[in-house]
């Protein structure tokens, strides 16, 4: 069973900066698929940014293209996510999901596992 353990979010004013991070509990991650999703209330769950094992795709949503730079080290079962010039609009719960067989990476029951999440709160 993979836990997926994320970290970095709070509270910024609009156009600050938060880094999420988000480690998986064992070394196999490395060999899946990752991404970040976020979830305003009231709103569906959407895709952030993905990234596959080997970091040579990393596509991200058309909202955060720009601000938003996933990346991830295999090494230490991390992925991050580094959001620039933040907006109220980004404010939602964000969470890091994994999967071994992701065949898109912006559909959500593609992922097996998931993190609890962490707030992302944007004021203006």
């Known amino acids: 069973q993979v836990q997926l353990l994320e970290s970095g979010g709070g509270s910024v004013e609009a156009g600050g900066s938060l880094r999420l991070s988000c480690v998986g509990s064992i070394s196999s991650t490395r060999n899946y698929c990752m991404g970040w999703f976020r979830q305003a209330p009231g709103r569906e769950r959407e895709a952030v940014a993905g990234v596959v094992s080997d970091s040579t795709f990393v596509p991200y949503a058309d909202s955060v293209k720009g601000r938003f730079t996933v990346s991830r080290d295999n090494a230490k079962n991390t992925l991050n996510l580094q959001m620039n010039s933040l907006k109220p609009e980004d404010t939602a719960m964000y969470y890091c999901?994994?999967?071994?067989?992701?065949?898109?990476?912006?559909?959500?029951?593609?992922?097996?596992?998931w993190g609890q999440g962490t707030q992302v709160t944007v004021s203006s």
């Open positions: 999901a994994a999967g071994p067989y992701v065949a898109d990476w912006s559909v959500a029951r593609e992922y097996t596992y």
